[in-house]
């Protein structure tokens, strides 16, 4: 599970990325050039720091070989080459990318980005996941093969309690969260009963999360 996360550019893009895993108690390290961006996220993440990741000095500063994850979702084209350069040099241990065309994609691939993502194709995918997977309502891919995703409890399944889904040995998935009534509860007991339409956060492996799917299905 990568647990420390750094997230480069805050656009539109890289701010819900940065918001999203931080939710997800993910360590969310948050950088962009722009004053503004950064003071935008400062209280949503575990930190923001503006500062110019184009400067290799800057990069080794902040400390980016430590983190699981590096995520570029800087806007200028340079820039972000130059920011995913750098960071393969440094040696990070994954580095995703988003790219704002096919060309673009092609070079990050050529530069060693080890992820490239497409926004608007991505955002395709996770619709056409939610339209293939009957209790799967959204995800998101942190890494090869590992995921976020929300589950909805069917009727089939309401009154069972985690304990006795026995998820995590079942399918190899951590519940992070229960969703009820568009509440979100953190500090949930494993034996309560869990109602028709509450919402499972969980993560772990994708085929893990296909599994528990298909059984929440079955009629």
Same mark, same amino acid.
């Given at each position: 599970m990568a647990k420390q996360i750094a @997230?480069? !550019?805050?656009?539109? $893009?890289?701010? %819900? =990325?940065?918001? #999203? &895993?931080?939710?997800l108690n993910v360590e969310v390290l948050a950088v962009d050039v722009e004053e503004g961006p950064v003071k935008a996220v400062s209280n949503e993440v575990t930190s923001a720091v503006q500062a110019d990741a184009t400067d290799m000095s800057v990069l080794m500063e902040l400390g980016m070989r430590n983190f699981d994850v590096? @995520?570029? !979702?800087?806007?200028? $084209?340079?820039? %972000? =080459?130059?920011? #995913? &350069?750098?960071?393969k040099e440094l040696g990070v241990n994954r580095v995703v990318v988003k790219a704002a065309s096919d060309v673009h994609g092609k070079i990050l691939n050529q530069l060693g980005a080890d992820s490239i993502v497409f926004p608007e194709k991505d955002m395709g995918?996770?619709?056409?996941?939610?339209?293939?997977?009957?209790?799967?309502?959204?995800?998101?891919?942190?890494?090869?093969?590992?995921?976020?995703?929300?589950?909805?409890?069917?009727?089939?399944?309401a009154g069972r309690t985690l304990r006795n889904l026995n998820i995590r040995n079942e399918y190899g998935l951590t519940v992070m969260a229960i969703k009820r009534s568009?509440?979100?509860?953190?500090?949930?007991?494993?034996?309560?009963?869990?109602?028709?339409g509450d919402v499972l956060v969980v993560i772990g492996e994708?085929?893990?999360?296909?599994?528990?799917?298909?059984?929440f299905e079955k009629r």
């Open positions: @997230v480069i !550019g805050l656009g539109r $893009f890289g701010y %819900s =990325l940065a918001v #999203t &895993l931080s939710k590096v @995520v570029v !979702g800087m806007s200028g $084209f340079e820039a %972000s =080459l130059m920011t #995913t &350069l750098h960071l995918e996770r619709v056409a996941f939610s339209l293939v997977s009957g209790s799967v309502i959204d995800h998101i891919e942190l890494a090869d093969n590992y995921t976020v995703a929300e589950i909805v409890i069917p009727n089939r399944i568009n509440k979100v509860n953190v500090r949930f007991s494993p034996d309560e009963p869990l109602l028709e994708t085929q893990g999360v296909h599994r528990l799917d298909a059984e």
